[in-house]
């Protein structure tokens, strides 16, 4: 038996692997189950496994382009991991077999205003209008950073994963706020040879306004498609 502190990952109770996790007095306490134990292979039982490793899978990736982490710190309670955050708003969103366009990037923000998207086999473009019709950009605000993820879904091939998540960042300084901006984000070689594994993508974009210290001073929702 452990005891967890901190409760990184909030208040646990219920079964995962071979862990069983209740609350006691507002500790989580852990305990082993015997070695014997076999995990539930009802349908709902596999189907939430399923589930949880989909989600877990897409809260490391957004963790792993540091803007995303900043904001998600900036957000989460005290009490909670920004990975725990990221998982939670994303668990219902996620399929058995990979994320959908409802799994979110940012925990809101304004609307990002992409006029079009494409992902094509080396790179990701966009088209936005301007950033100061859609928010009201500060005198202080100067940079943008752009987060996106695109989910490669849909193998050719049975012997591939459901799915993979390519991940892509790019800053841009001195940021003109006032005109339409073409945003494009180059794959490297190793990702457009993962990607043409795959029939259909989902994108993911998000963006966050900087001051000259590069602290976030707002972000978008996520735009999906």
Do not use: C
Request: glycine share 4%; charged share 20%; no cysteine.
């Amino acid at each position: 038996m452990a005891v967890v502190k901190g409760n990184v990952l909030g208040n646990l109770s219920g079964k995962l692997g071979n862990l069983s996790a209740r609350t006691v007095q507002g500790r989580t306490v852990l305990s082993a189950r015997p070695s014997s134990f076999a995990a539930s292979q009802d349908p709902d039982s596999i189907a939430v496994r399923q589930k949880f490793a989909v989600t877990a899978n897409f809260s490391k990736n957004v963790l792993s382009i540091p803007i995303l982490e900043s904001i998600w710190n900036s957000v989460k309670s005290q009490k909670i991991t920004a990975f725990n955050a990221i998982f939670k708003n994303n668990f219902q969103f996620s399929t058995v077999d990979r994320p959908t366009d409802q799994n979110i990037i940012t925990p809101g923000g304004f609307l990002l205003p992409v006029s079009s998207a494409v992902v094509g086999a080396n790179d990701v473009t966009v088209e936005l209008t301007a950033l100061n019709d859609a928010t009201v950009i500060k005198g202080f605000e100067e940079d943008v950073s752009f987060a996106a993820m695109v989910i490669n879904h849909n193998p050719i091939s049975e012997e591939d994963a459901p799915f993979s998540i390519i991940t892509l960042s790019k800053d841009v300084d001195t940021f003109d706020f006032a005109n339409p901006y073409t945003l494009t984000m180059a794959l490297h070689a190793s990702e457009t040879t993962e990607a043409a594994k795959y029939q259909d993508s989902i994108l993911l974009l998000a963006a966050a306004t900087k001051d000259d210290y590069s602290k976030v001073v707002q972000y978008s929702k996520t735009f999906a498609q």
